[in-house]
């Protein structure tokens, strides 16, 4: 796995760096389902992403493609062909990993997955209408987009400083997850500057948020207790046990470095509603192509 100096703020800047999607390869079909030993519950929690994702990033990819051919900046359309390219390899890297591995440990994601499905489609998804309808409706949804990327952007910057590496992850999960989070911090302007080439207003940025935020909280709980319910360690205890071990776990967890501090993305959500946020404030490019040149999932593939 790459070393954590690869992983460290790099002081170089690359400049304009121009976004592909690449190749790669991820062996997980033997990765433990509690793949950072002695966090369970961390790595419940993450692995929840493998189920959330691949019909997310598919909507993003379906709705960027729908506002392309109205984009006449020929340097946005090119940044957002990369990140359509990007997002939908995420999709398929993820629904490798649940096909390959999370059914091995006998979860059923099915019930999820068609879960994800229906809200990603029908609730999420295009709408009849004249065109201003439609692509008012479209605006809307690149909003949306633009705050959910907030957040990946977020976890993106988080997993390229964290310490699973230290704490024995296994590194080919870990990698997969750090290459994903570092295409997240590579393109994390792209979602916000096509939702402001159609309009950008203070009042678009917070009904967005205000949207996003409990919608993907609801989506990571319920598939946090879905993947639960189905672990043998956690399944059979009582609702008071459970809610004992998260509780427990989230405070162990955080303090050393496997998991995200809640206060961290609390603080985060509120910079998000101040006029002068951009998204470039969030992580560090050169960080971000670092890692993406030395991922073994990505020299593997190549």
């Known amino acids: ?24 390869v991820f062996d997980v079909s033997k990765t433990p389902l509690h793949w950072i030993p002695d966090h369970p519950m961390s790595s ?4 929840v992403l493998n189920l959330l994702l691949p019909e997310g990033e598919r909507w993003f990819v379906e709705t960027f493609n729908e506002a392309l051919p109205l984009i006449k900046d020929e340097a946005l359309a090119a940044d957002m062909r990369g990140f359509v390219g990007q997002e939908a390899m995420h999709a398929e890297v993820h629904d490798r990993a649940v096909e390959s591995w999370l059914r091995g440990h006998g979860v059923d994601p099915t019930g999820y997955l068609k879960q994800m499905e229906w809200i990603f489609l029908n609730v999420l998804g295009p ?23 907030h957040y990946t952007a977020l976890l ?102 496997v998991f995200p501090k809640l206060s961290h993305l609390a603080l985060a959500t509120v910079t998000y509603f101040k006029p002068s946020f951009v998204p470039a404030d969030i992580g560090d490019t050169a960080q971000a192509v670092a890692f993406l040149a030395a991922s073994p999932g990505a020299r593997r593939a190549a």
């Open 156 to 257: 993106g910057d988080f997993a390229l400083n964290c310490s699973w590496e230290e704490r024995g992850a296994d590194m080919n999960m870990a990698d997969m997850f750090i290459w994903h989070g570092a295409e997240e911090v590579e393109h994390r302007s792209v979602a916000h500057d096509a939702a402001a080439y159609f309009a950008d207003s203070p009042l678009r940025r917070a009904r967005a948020m205000s949207l996003a935020f409990p919608f993907l909280v609801w989506l990571m709980a319920r598939g946090f207790r879905f993947i639960n319910s189905q672990d043998p360690s956690v399944a059979d205890k009582s609702v008071l046990e459970k809610t004992s071990l998260y509780v427990k776990s989230y405070f162990r967890d955080s303090r050393a470095g």
């Open 44 to 47: 419940n929690m993450i692995t």
């Open 1 to 24: 796995m790459t070393t954590q100096a690869t992983r460290s703020t790099v002081e170089t800047d690359p400049g304009k760096v121009e976004l592909h999607a690449r190749n790669v």
């Open 127 to 149: 709408r009849d209408g004249s065109p201003e309808q439609k692509q008012k409706h479209l605006v809307e949804r690149l909003w949306l987009i633009a705050a959910i990327e």
